[in-house]
């Protein structure tokens, strides 16, 4: 079963490097975005809906991601919108848990999109990368305090300990 997932876009006519390279990217959206589903239902159930929207789109676009690279055998797409993804939805979700002091638990994914693009950019395209990142977190210090003053809902301690483990 795990060696049909990793081989989704596939064809026999890839060069080795290629091949390991579908591989590698199509792990993200196999991991992160089943997390992302049960994240999502989870803080359905505990009434946060929009960090629920959150999650739950990562792992929406995630399976759409993979349906197209089936189809297409194209690695660009499901590159280019995974990278996007998980570089700016984990701000958007730290955001609308109210900034660094509530929501930090969730800012490491961040880091996948200005490293991968040095595994698998070609040329400087990886300083871009880094570039909104760093913009992202710099937005993120501006916001912060604006955002912890105006939060208001906060999660039970054991729903934030488990999003920890």
Known sequence: MTQQLLSIGRVNTDKEELKLQKSSLIMVPLIIGPVAFVWGVIYIYFEHYIPASILLSYATV???????????????LLQKTQMLLVLVLPFFLMW??????????????????????????????????????????????????????????????????????
């Open 62 to 76: 995630s399976v759409l991601n993979l349906c197209h690279l089936s189809r297409t055998k194209n690695i660009a």
């Open 96 to 165: 609308s848990l109210g900034g660094f002091a509530l929501g930090s638990f969730v800012f490491i994914w961040a880091f996948y999109a200005p490293i991968a693009s040095v595994i698998y950019e070609e040329g400087t395209k990886s300083i871009y990368w880094f570039s909104a990142f760093l913009g992202l977190v710099s937005l993120s210090v501006f916001l912060d305090p604006m955002l912890m003053l105006n939060y208001s809902s906060h999660m039970p301690k054991e729903a934030v300990a488990l999003f920890y483990f």
